[in-house]
């Protein structure tokens, strides 16, 4: 399955549903299901480090508008791009071993083999 690493809080926002566009500085072309992924550094304040927290649809990449804003939860800064994000479910959290872009993790992560 394809995942992405977030750095916290943003992803634990994505996995309560707060966050449903993550900005990036690339375009995708990759339109499907998306394993978050909470970094392993980065300001955690209790939150997860380095686990699975939730599936989502990446279901649009466009450039990031003003009107973004809200949903990504950080300014409009042009020459970026929405990654918009749906149907987002959460899961057990799980360890992952992050990358940078977008990676593969082993489906049987996901069941629980691992």
């Known amino acids: 399955m394809k995942a992405i690493s977030i750095r916290q809080p943003w992803a634990s926002y994505i996995a309560k549903g707060k966050k449903t566009i993550e900005t990036r500085s ?5 339109r499907g299901d998306l394993l978050i992924v909470s970094s392993k550094t980065g300001p955690a304040k209790g939150l ?3 686990k699975a927290l939730c599936m989502a649809k990446l279901v649009d990449c466009r450039p990031m508008t003003e009107n973004d804003e809200e949903a990504a939860m950080v300014k409009f ?7 918009v994000l749906k149907d987002i479910r ?3 959290p799980f ?8 990676y593969e993790v082993d489906y049987n992560d996901l069941n629980g083999d691992r």
């Open 95 to 102: 360890p992952v071993q992050g990358k940078q872009g977008l």
């Open 48 to 50: 997860p480090l380095g």
């Open 77 to 83: 800064l042009p020459g970026m791009f929405a990654w």
């Open 90 to 92: 959460p899961i057990e």
């Open 26 to 30: 690339q375009p995708i072309n990759y």
